[in-house]
């Protein structure tokens, strides 16, 4: 099983509100990703957990706030975003440390529009 | 640093025919691996193959090669027996194989539509 899982599949907010996207893994992987799409773009790294621990962050915003609450559940917390983040936010997975088994794994993804 | 270019932003392909995907990179690394990702409109990614770089077999999936020319730091796709399904934008990454984050470089992207 390749499965990651988003919620919700589509979200609409406006820049005073708060939210919150989910992924969720069950393939025993403890590495997790966020990723921002735009369209016909490839997909620009932001976060990445390893171990449940902040690894990675690409300069992203504190707009955004991500959560690894357990080794299977990642969250993206958004509050005050701007129109220029509507995208398609992408999760993945994978094992971390060396070797191919560090293939990421993605989810469908959340299409975020920011009025 | 690692780049990853594909210089074909948009390819054709008649189904049932042939068609090569090109991927370059560049990198002075000696251990890394190479993937090719599917996007279809659902936007879903899919990985569709991978190539670690000390293998010198080219990986295969089905219909699905690559020619991987590790001198040439290429990397292409080839998909045969083109179906109306693999309509889709097909992205090229790296990664490095001495990352602890598996952070992947991906290229910016080939658009292939398949002709009826």
Known sequence: DTEVTQTPKHLVMGMTNKKSLKCEQ???????????????????????????????????????????PNSSLLNLHLHALQPEDSALYLCASSHPGQGKSKTQYFGPGTRLLVL | ??????????????????????????????????????????????LVIRQEAY????????????NFQKAAKSFSLKISDSQL????????????????????????????QVKP
């Open chain 1, 26 to 68: 069950h393939m025993g992987h403890r590495a997790m990703y966020w990723y921002k799409q735009k369209a016909k773009k490839p997909p620009e790294l932001m976060f990445v957990y390893s171990y449940e621990k902040l690894s990675i962050n690409e300069s992203v915003p504190s707009r955004f706030s991500p959560e690894c």
């Open chain 2, 1 to 46: 640093a690692q780049t990853v270019t594909q210089s074909q932003p948009e390819m054709s392909v008649q189904e049932a025919e042939t068609v090569t995907l090109s991927c370059t990179y560049d990198t002075s690394e000696s251990d890394y691996y190479l993937f090719w990702y599917k996007q279809p409109p659902s936007r879903q990614m899919i």
């Open chain 2, 55 to 66: 293998k010198q077999q080219n990986a295969t999936e089905n219909r699905f090669s690559v």
């Open chain 2, 85 to 112: 399904g693999d309509a889709a934008m097909y992205f090229c990454a790296y990664r490095s194989g001495s990352s602890n984050t598996g952070k992947l470089i991906f290229g910016q992207g080939t658009t292939l």
